[in-house]
């Protein structure tokens, strides 16, 4: 039975008085590829922020590596989000630092390394992501998917256990998608590790999951292999699958 | 039944900025007394909070020296009390105006700059990465602004009071012909160096009231460019206020005559 690095339990989120998610359990295997689906505004991202502590859920649990985090000092939850890589939708990258700078960041906080050995860790990090000779260039000055890359190893570099990667993908062209699904692909190789990827992006989760787990109305509707979720019966899956506007999910 | 909800929801709200404002300087504070504060983004906060509004103050100041004598002359010259301008200038521009005037122009660029720059890295979701890496906001972008302020602010404070000194003189001199020698010694008549410590440790106070009410008002932005000028006026309009209120509170406390 496959070992679980992470799960969230009956969890449920408000924002205001709008209720996100209901009674919402989700189980991340660990050494796997979990994507989530859904349609916009579903609350995809907000598991993402759950899974490293980032949002407090109202009710439930969220225990990642057996730790329940909802319920622990804010020092330990710091300490935790070291091995919790975060590849954000927009890449996040910090705007008055170089590509160097905002990678070898969590390098110099969080670690003894000398400059030199941070400066080859950053250079084979980026080389990892595809990208190269840019480490002295400003975000600014970096194209949508070369942010997006340089946020992927910004969220690998401290080589965390688990990687939670918003978005990746969105509004780039197939070409850098396929590459960018590739890489996700290749860095969770590398790393040994676990990713849980939020997307739209049915190719690529076709490409890359282990395991796919699909959010409505604020609860997972649907959990499983692709094949499984491919196979599924049911009809909010399938209207979401082909993209259908007729079905039983209002529009 | 309205009003009542609408007086409870601003009061509640108040205290909510209130208790948000002060954890802010208490986490802040913890930073600084554990020395956990990053030198190099310090110094360039220092840089470009301080040095660069260097201009801008003197600027105020001088014109505000030359205002100050130009009054006090022609009242002065009606009583034939010239010599008192000089100790009426440095008077008012150590205790009052220097530390003041400083603040509430530093209040409006420095301050606005905070909100602005915090207030756009929350909306691009800059600091979630910050909280993603396990790195604190507060000591990564609210301590550097802070203690490069502390340090500047009473700096830029000697600034404007040496140059709404300087100006007052000259404009003594030329228009209501008050020898210089005069001006000095009147001045220095009238204002000791605990003035000056005094106006330095109002400069201080500001300068916490300025980064604290900037970040604060900068990393609780939500909703885009729109939410960014609304934190940007806030922490400006807020700022001045506090700083108006903290002058006359510090000036009743410090500058009380013995036994009043």
Not at chain 1, 184 to 213: F, P
Not at chain 2, 83 to 109: C, K
Not at chain 2, 112 to 139: D, F, H, K, N, W
Request: net charge neutral; hydrophobic share 50%.
């Amino acid at each position: 039975m496959a070992e679980l690095l992470a799960r969230i339990e009956d969890v449920a989120v408000r924002y205001k008085q709008k209720v996100v998610m209901e009674s919402l359990s989700l189980d991340i295997v660990e050494g796997a590829i979990t994507c989530i689906i859904g349609l916009s505004g579903a609350g995809k991202s907000t598991i993402l922020r759950l899974l490293n502590g980032l949002r407090k859920p109202d009710a439930g649990h969220v225990y990642v590596k057996g730790v329940d985090i909802c319920h622990i000092p804010e020092r330990q939850l710091v300490d935790l989000r070291r091995s919790i890589g975060f590849s954000f939708q927009f890449s996040a990258m910090f705007d008055s630092l170089t590509i160097f700078e905002n990678i070898a960041l969590p390098l110099r906080e969080h670690t003894k390394m000398g400059e030199r050995e941070i400066a080859d860790l950053v250079k084979s990090t980026l080389e990892g992501v595809g990208l190269a000779n840019v480490e002295q260039r400003l975000p600014s000055e970096l194209s949508g998917g070369m942010l997006k890359r340089a946020g992927f190893a910004r969220a690998v570099v401290t080589n965390p256990e688990l990687v939670l990667y918003d978005e990746p993908t969105t509004g780039l062209d197939p070409i850098i998608t396929h590459l960018l699904t590739d890489t996700i692909k290749r860095l969770r190789e590398k790393l040994n590790g676990t990713a849980v990827v939020v997307s739209h992006d049915l190719q690529s989760i076709y490409m890359m999951a282990d395991y796919v787990a699909m959010l409505f109305e604020g609860a997972i509707i649907a959990y499983g292999t692709v094949e499984e979720i491919k196979k599924s019966i049911n009809p909010i899956v399938q209207q979401f699958l082909q993209g259908s506007e007729v079905g039983p999910i209002p529009i | 039944m309205n009003m009542l909800e609408n007086v409870g929801r601003e009061t509640s709200s108040f205290f909510e900025y209130v208790g948000g404002a002060t954890a802010l300087l208490g986490d802040s504070t913890r930073f600084i007394f554990t020395l956990r504060i990053r030198i190099k983004e310090t110094l360039d906060q220092a840089y470009r909070l301080g040095v660069e509004s260097t201009a801008i103050v003197c600027l105020t100041s001088l014109f505000t020296g030359f205002v100050i004598s130009l009054e006090s002359a022609t009242q002065a010259v009606q009583y034939g009390a010239e010599s008192l301008i000089g100790g009426g200038v440095a008077f008012i521009s150590v205790r009052e105006l220097g530390p003041m005037l400083s603040a509430v122009v530093v209040a409006g660029r420095t301050g606005a700059a905070i909100a602005a720059e915090i207030g756009s890295m929350v909306v691009t979701e800059q600091v979630e990465a910050l909280q993603a890496l396990g790195l604190s906001p507060v000591r990564m972008l609210v301590v550097p602004r802070l203690v490069a302020l502390m340090v500047m602010m009473p700096l830029l404070t000697v600034f404007a009071d040496l140059v709404s000194f300087l100006g007052g003189m000259w404009i003594a001199n030329s228009s209501a012909h008050v020898p210089t020698d005069t001006f000095l010694t009147s001045a220095k008549s009238a204002v000791t160096i605990i003035d000056v410590l005094k106006g330095l440790f109002k400069a201080l106070i500001f300068a916490v009231i300025i980064a604290v009410i900037g970040s604060y008002q900068g990393l609780g932005t939500r909703g885009g460019a729109a939410g960014v000028g609304k934190s940007t006026t806030g922490a400006v309009v807020t700022a001045i206020i506090l700083i108006f209120i903290a002058n006359f509170a510090m000036s009743y406390i410090l500058f009380r005559p013995a036994g009043g």
